[in-house]
């Protein structure tokens, strides 16, 4: 089973940037994906790519985000800008849809001060 783990989270102002980078220990899925969960809610879908390139993102990082992949080096990352602190949360990677990944791994935690 591939395994998943995220990095290059931490604490930053609003209006700062991070990026996050996913190692796999195989080879990345189809069509991989960023999550994020927040305190008390649900994990939520962030953004999505292909292995073509193809991306997609949730309406609330559309313009700020971006995500991207390394296929020779089973890597995927996300670009985060103009952070604001709903962003925060703790961000995890997976395919998707992620019941066809691996488990989830332990995420890197993001939390951006006001």
């Known amino acids: 089973q591939v395994q998943l783990v995220e990095s290059g989270g931490g604490l930053v102002q609003a209006g700062g940037s991070l990026r996050l980078s996913c190692a796999a220990s195989?080879?990345?899925?189809?069509?991989m994906g960023w999550y994020r969960q927040a305190p008390g809610k649900q994990r939520e879908l962030v953004a999505i790519?292909?292995?073509?390139?193809?991306?997609n993102y949730a309406d609330s990082v559309k313009g700020r985000f971006t995500i991207s992949r390394d296929n020779a080096r089973n890597m995927v990352y996300l670009q985060m800008n103009s952070l604001t602190p709903e962003d925060t949360a703790v961000y995890y990677c997976?395919?998707?849809?992620?019941?066809?990944?691996?488990?989830w791994g332990q995420g890197t935690q993001v939390t951006v001060s006001s």
């Open positions: 997976n395919a998707y849809p992620s019941r066809l990944g691996g488990s």
């Open positions: 195989g080879s990345i899925f189809n069509v």
């Open positions: 790519i292909t292995s073509g390139g193809s991306t």
